[in-house]
C-alpha cells in the first residue's frame, strides 16, 4: 500500500527557510488522480492546510502562505517538498504530507485518504 | 478569509450517539463542499473517516456516518466506543483551495 514519509531538519533559525521532502513509496507521485499535499499543525492546534502539487507541477497554496510557499515535485525520486521562507515561531508545528484525491466514478469525489506520521519542525535560535 | 467552524468539544456516554458539525462563513455547505471527516489520537496523524459527504473509506467503522444537516456537513457516530475519545476535523474544498475546521474533541464519559 501506498506510504509517505516526511523528512528535513528538526530545527530551523528565525528568517531562514524551512525545507522539507515527501518520499512516496508503494505508489507513483505522477499517478494522474492525485494531487500531493502539506497540511501543518502547531503544537495544540488545529490543522492547516498549506497547499499542494500536481505531478505536472501545477501548484495551489493557502493565500495565507502564499508569499513564503513553494511546493516542488522530483518525479524521479518520486518525491515532493515543501519550502516555506522567512520562518518565524509561529511556523513551529508538526508538518504533515498528504495524498489528496481527486477523481471521478459517477460522481465526483475528493478526499486525502493517505498521510505521513509527520514530522515537527521548530523554529528557533 | 473563509472560516470553517465545529463545535469545539463534546461529551458522550459509551453507547450513546453523538453528531459533530462543520459550518461555512460563506454559506450552506452543500455536497458541493465535498465535505471530509478525520479522526486524530494524540501523537498520531490524522485517519480519514468519511469523504464526499458520506462516503465512508474501507476501514471506516460502520458507527460513523457523514449527512448534511441543517446547512452543515455532520458526522454521527452511533454506539460510541471508548476508543473514539479523539479530536475530529472536517475539511471542505472550496475549488482549488481546502480549509479545515477548527475541531472537535469528543469525549467518551
Known amino acids: 500500500q501506498v506510504q509517505l514519509q516526511e523528512s528535513g531538519p528538526g530545527l530551523v533559525k528565525p528568517s531562514e527557510t524551512l525545507s522539507l521532502t515527501c518520499t512516496v513509496s508503494g505508489g507513483s507521485v505522477s499517478s494522474g488522480s492525485y494531487y500531493w499535499s502539506w497540511i501543518r499543525q502547531p503544537p495544540g492546534k488545529g490543522l492547516e492546510w498549506i497547499g499542494y502539487i500536481y505531478y505536472s507541477g501545477s501548484t495551489n497554496y493557502n493565500p495565507s502562505l502564499k508569499s513564503r510557499v513553494t511546493i516542488s515535485v522530483d518525479t524521479s525520486k518520486n518525491q515532493f517538498s515543501l519550502k516555506l521562507s522567512s520562518v518565524t515561531a509561529a511556523d513551529t508545528a508538526v508538518y504533515y504530507c498528504a495524498r489528496d484525491y481527486r477523481g471521478y466514478s459517477g460522481t465526483r469525489h475528493y478526499y486525502m485518504d493517505v498521510w505521513g506520521k509527520g514530522t515537527t519542525v521548530t523554529v528557533s535560535s | 478569509q473563509t472560516v470553517v467552524t465545529q463545535e469545539p468539544s463534546l461529551t458522550v456516554s459509551p453507547g450513546g450517539t453523538v453528531t459533530l458539525t462543520c459550518a461555512s462563513s460563506?454559506?450552506?455547505?452543500?455536497?458541493?463542499?465535498?465535505p471530509n471527516w478525520f479522526q486524530q489520537k494524540p501523537g498520531q496523524a490524522p485517519r480519514a473517516l468519511i469523504y464526499s459527504t458520506s462516503n465512508k473509506h474501507s476501514w471506516t467503522p460502520a458507527r460513523f456516518s457523514g449527512s448534511l444537516l441543517g446547512g452543515k456537513a455532520a458526522l454521527t457516530l452511533s454506539g460510541v466506543q471508548p476508543e473514539d475519545e479523539a479530536e475530529y476535523y472536517c475539511l471542505l474544498y472550496y475549488g482549488g483551495a481546502r480549509i479545515f475546521g477548527g475541531g472537535t474533541k469528543l469525549t467518551v464519559l
Open positions: 460563506t454559506g450552506a455547505v452543500t455536497s458541493g463542499y465535498y
